[in-house]
């Protein structure tokens, strides 16, 4: 029996919220009004910012559609680490204090919930095949930057799915990349964290059918003050603040590749 | 048997086997032993003076790295011996990063001025990140060069200067062999640390290896993995289980072994070398007791 693929017209896609409800509502309610049929998270609800529970309300108040992310992953199954996979030794301190605080704060029931979430979607954008997912189709940490993720890797991955577009998040930084014959890879981008690109602004997709496939990147701007001031209040680390204030990024660097270290200030 | 040889161990009966997953990583042998330093420590004993493994001719490394894109690799490594000694090396960078992001190991010693603009061209008009891996064992030039030779250290860091300058963040990679003796609190990735943000490299990038027994600090017995010792480990998760190596005389599965009878999978062809690796050697006790990777991260 056919797999039963709902279809849209335009979708709203993110991923990345790491405990900002702050940028999620502003994100939600400016995705509602560019009339999007629907809105998808690709998972990592968790990190980075404070009060972790503050988020599950909005995604279930708005119907988000919610990938499970290597983060979620982590906090369902009681892992002692956030599953960034990171060997850096300053990395892994500042994910550590980032992960326990996160895991202290967030309810069981929430962390359950996380538990259930799927790890890949299949949907129809009109005439376009979406499969969506969190690092990559195959792995759920596996990180998918611009600059190193070859074409030829995206081609096989959209085959063995049998899809003509393929989004990801989890890298923290969006792109699109046409590959031809009405192939996409798509990063959506997160919107938890600004992209070290020395603004605080935060990034989703918006994604239209069309002949052609419409790839939309939409800056959010939250307040970025409020939240810093919350993340002092919770004691996070001064590092992280300075990311949100400034949208450099201070730490988990470790991944960058080349080129996209070489933009950032760190 | 010729001073510097590693120890030829086959015997790989009874050996544990790694199983093929995907090829994520395509490690490009390009100068086989051939170098032009002869540190204390090398994985493959490379040297100056006849090197027991030779180059890789740049046409069977052409062939790799086009077969390497049909099957789907992710990134792709250089590696010798010193690979910007081969004279094809340009030219095979740019074909590969035409398929995928790429890494260069080198010690440095051979990036001048010249080099480095060429590189900073050659990773302008990429799509993907061309990344430099600079060894050195540590900051301080003469703990450095008791391990890799007299003026290794100045050239290294030459060298990085030269390609920070250029924005091109190379990574220092550096083993632990010198750690025993030094006391500080930080430990090798503080004091490297340090030391580069000293230098005005402002986006610090390391890599920190452990020290293998094998090459040049190789010798025979060594303790090996057993079937045992692997029960309830996912074997998939060991690097030989995604990574392949081109080099002069066939496909390996570890660019550490490359060269060693005992690893060999096959004659020229990738796609041949996709089957179960065999875990004989000592270095892969040590892999798999550091859970190391010799990709970037």
């Known amino acids: ?266 | 048997m010729k001073v510097g040889l590693p120890v030829m161990i086959a015997d790989t009966a009874d050996a544990p086997v790694a199983p093929f997953v995907r090829l994520t990583a395509l490690w490009i042998q390009l100068t086989g032993t051939w170098c032009n330093l002869e540190c204390t420590h090398c994985l493959n004993a490379s040297g100056p003076r006849d090197p027991w493994l030779r180059p890789l001719d740049a046409e069977t490394a052409r062939r790799a790295i086009v077969e390497a894109e049909r099957l789907g690799v992710k990134e792709i490594y250089f590696t010798g011996g010193e690979p910007f000694l081969h004279k094809d090396i340009v030219a095979l960078l740019e074909l590969s990063l035409a398929v995928a992001p790429t890494t260069v190991l080198t010690n440095g010693t051979v990036i001048t001025e010249a080099m480095a603009d060429t590189l900073a061209a050659l990773a302008r008009a990429a799509v993907y990140s061309l990344e430099i891996r600079v060894s050195l064992d540590d900051v301080d030039p003469d703990l450095n060069d008791r391990v890799r030779g007299p003026g290794a250290w100045a050239k290294a860091v030459a060298a990085v200067r030269r390609l920070n300058a250029r924005g091109l963040v190379p990574i220092v990679t550096a083993t632990e062999i010198i750690a025993a003796e030094r006391t500080d609190a930080g430990g090798t990735y503080q004091r490297f640390r340090d030391f580069l943000l000293a230098e005005g490299v402002t986006k610090p990038r390391l890599k920190i290896l452990p020290v293998f027994a094998v090459g040049r600090l190789e010798t025979p017995g060594g303790e090996r993995l057993t079937d045992e010792v692997l029960e309830g480990f996912d074997r998939a998760q060991l690097q030989c289980a995604e990574t392949r190596v081109i080099a002069a005389d066939g496909v390996y599965a570890c660019p550490i072994l490359a060269g060693l009878p005992g690893a060999r999978l096959s004659d020229a062809d990738l796609e041949a070398s996709f089957r179960a690796a065999s875990l004989y050697h000592p270095a892969c006790l040590t892999c798999h007791q550091t859970g190391m990777t010799c990709r970037n991260a």
């Open chain 1, 1 to 266: 029996m056919p797999e039963r693929v709902t279809e849209y017209r335009r979708i709203a896609v993110f991923g990345g919220v790491y405990n900002n409800a702050i940028a999620l509502r502003e994100t939600l309610d400016d995705a509602r009004r560019r009339d999007v049929d629907a809105v998808f998270c690709l998972g990592d609800l968790g990190g980075f910012g404070p009060h972790p529970d503050r988020v599950y309300p909005l995604l279930r108040e708005h119907d988000v559609l919610v990938l499970q992310g290597n983060y979620d992953e982590s906090l369902a199954s009681g892992r002692t680490d956030c599953g960034c996979g990171y060997t850096d030794p300053r990395d892994n301190h500042f994910a550590r204090i980032s992960y326990e605080y996160t895991f202290s704060r967030t309810s069981p029931d929430n962390r359950a919930w996380l538990g259930t979430l799927p790890r890949h979607r299949r949907l129809r954008l009109g005439e376009h095949r979406i499969v969506m997912c969190h690092g990559s189709p195959r792995v759920i940490n596996e990180f998918l930057w611009e600059s190193s993720t070859p074409s030829g890797l995206l081609r096989a991955f959209l085959r063995e799915a049998e899809a003509d577009v393929l989004l990801c998040t989890h890298t923290g930084i969006k792109w699109h990349r046409a590959l031809g014959d009405g192939a996409h890879a798509v990063n959506v981008g997160v919107i938890g964290r600004p992209e070290n690109d020395g603004t605080p602004d935060v990034w989703y997709t918006i994604l239209t059918a069309g002949p052609d496939l419409g790839v939309e990147f939409v800056p959010v701007r939250y307040d970025v003050e409020t939240l810093a001031r919350e993340m002092e209040a919770e004691g996070l680390p001064a590092e992280f603040v300075e990311t949100i204030r400034t949208g450099w990024w201070t730490t988990c660097l470790e991944n960058l590749p080349a080129k996209e270290r070489a933009r950032g200030k760190f």
